[in-house]
């Protein structure tokens, strides 16, 4: 589905030659979020609600606005007592052009995405 010039969302099975393995979003060395089917958009991979690990969680203050996605809120990734602030993030009500990706978690800041 393309959405704006540049930008698409696709629906992905993480592939690979003989295998289907589920991607992983890593940090310090544990899993905190697994799945078999995600979204992609802009290059990032979005995890399904469901596939991340809620104990590695705390929420944040930080809210951010993407012009055609929506406000973001973020999520604080605590792990082995070291918290890595606001490095996932989910739109809980997207705009339109985004409905896809409701709740779904991205991350960044150091967490590993393969």
Request: charged letters at 25%; one cysteine or more.
């Amino acid at each position: 589905m393309r959405l704006r010039q540049g930008f698409e969302i696709t629906r992905r099975f993480f592939n690979t030659a003989k295998t289907i393995r589920m991607p992983k979003a890593t940090w310090e060395g544990v899993v905190i979020a697994e799945s078999d089917a995600y979204e992609t958009v802009e290059g990032n991979i979005y995890f399904p609600p469901s596939s991340i690990k809620k104990e590695y969680f705390k929420p944040s203050d930080l809210h951010t606005t993407c012009g055609w996605k929506g406000v973001a809120s973020y999520y604080t990734v605590s792990v082995n007592g070291k918290d890595n602030m606001d490095a996932a993030w989910f739109y809980p009500t997207p705009k339109d052009a985004a409905k896809n990706i409701t709740g779904y978690v991205a991350f960044w800041k150091g967490v590993t995405v393969y």
